[in-house]
């Protein structure tokens, strides 16, 4: 069994020379094979892009959508308190905008493989999941 390390956010980059496979966790696997995923993983994705390293969503089936990234856009992402990041404090009377989103968009490019709970398939077969696990009824006004 190998080691884990932990890699601070600022190195992510310059580790990924090392790394074998990014695993990613799925908050929404969207219909053209796009994911919603954890803020900050969009990061690790274009990392791991730039030193051909593959992305692997480890999801369960319950998570896909027939919702496009380009549909619900007031919906997709939530935003945080900054508060969470940041004090209060430092800004001393200055306007800050900051922005604290949820999640992250990962572009179907940047994933090569999703596992299910029902087996694994790749982002341009998710439009044929959604065809078996879904009625049409259930997503033609999406």
């Known amino acids: 069994i190998e080691d884990t390390c932990v890699i601070p956010d600022s190195a992510i980059f310059a580790m990924m020379a090392r790394v074998n496979k990014v695993l990613l966790p799925a908050h929404a ?3 053209n094979g796009g994911l919603v995923t954890a803020s900050g993983c969009n990061l690790v994705v274009l990392a791991a892009a730039e030193n051909a ?3 692997v969503c480890l999801t369960g089936i319950y998570k896909l959508t027939p ?4 549909e619900g856009q007031d919906t997709l992402n939530d935003l945080l308190s900054p508060s969470s990041m940041i004090d209060y404090a430092w800004q001393q009377g200055k306007p800050v ?7 992250d968009y990962i572009l179907p490019e940047h994933i090569k493989l999703y596992v299910t ?6 982002p341009s077969y998710t439009y044929r999941l959604l065809s078996e696990y879904y009625h049409q009824d259930d997503w033609a006004p999406f």
């Open 97 to 103: 905008d900051f922005v604290n989103p949820l999640h």
């Open 117 to 122: 709970n029902v087996g694994s398939f790749q």
């Open 29 to 31: 696997v969207l219909a």
């Open 67 to 70: 919702l496009f990234p380009h």
């Open 53 to 55: 390293v593959p992305v």
